[in-house]
């Protein structure tokens, strides 16, 4: 099936540092999600965005969906130990509204 | 509200078996979905169900593999016989449908790691 390209594929930074991440696709998305995953836990929401152009913030987190429809990014400011973990875009494709296509994740790691 | 419930958190089984996991959705929830998740291969729908009924199954890997619902407050996917390469940890999520159409939010349960040796 299709898959979102989600780059980088890991991050090592330190705490503090900010961190950016994002995800594309050849095709046109209705919806732009961003989970989290922490080791052996499901994926958590962290932003939803619904319109092309959208910014949307979520404490430290930032989400746009891109206004081409193909693309998202995701920052993260001023990282903590906390962040540590599998970040992952999703999305909705045009045309199927009821099934979300993942990226293949960010592996982030932050060091004190 | 408990969130997604599966069950079993780990299990491990022989080549063979039957190997059978569970999923309670959130209460409300009219969508219910069965993802496959591995190193190689990432995040994976499997099935999904509206209302109970199967939407689409083409993510099934083979006829080894089943899911049913057969009320909104429960499903189960099956694998008999089970391989190792199903080796994987499956997440149950639900959702119901936003506002907005095609906005289906979905929420994961803990998932059930699954090893067959």
Redesign the interface.
Known sequence: ?Q?LNQSPQSMFIQEGEDVSMNCTSSSIF??W?W?KQDP??????LI?L?KAGELTSNGRLTAQFGITRKDSFLNISASIPSDVGIY?CAG?PTG??????????TRLQVTL | DAG?IQSPRHEVTEMGQEVTLRCKPISGHD?L?WYRQTMMR????LI?F?NNVP??D??MPEDRFSAKMPNASFSTLKIQPSEPRDSAVY?C?SSF?QG????????????SRLTVL
């Open positions: 099936g898959q209705n919806t999600l989970y052996g836990e499901g994926p958590v929401l939803a619904y992952f909705h199927t509204a009821s099934k979300l296509t993942f990226g293949t994740g | 997604v969508y979905f990432g995040l994976e729908l999904y509206n939407i689409d083409s993510g997440f999520a449908e907005v159409p095609g906005a289906n939010v979905l929420t994961f349960g803990a998932g």
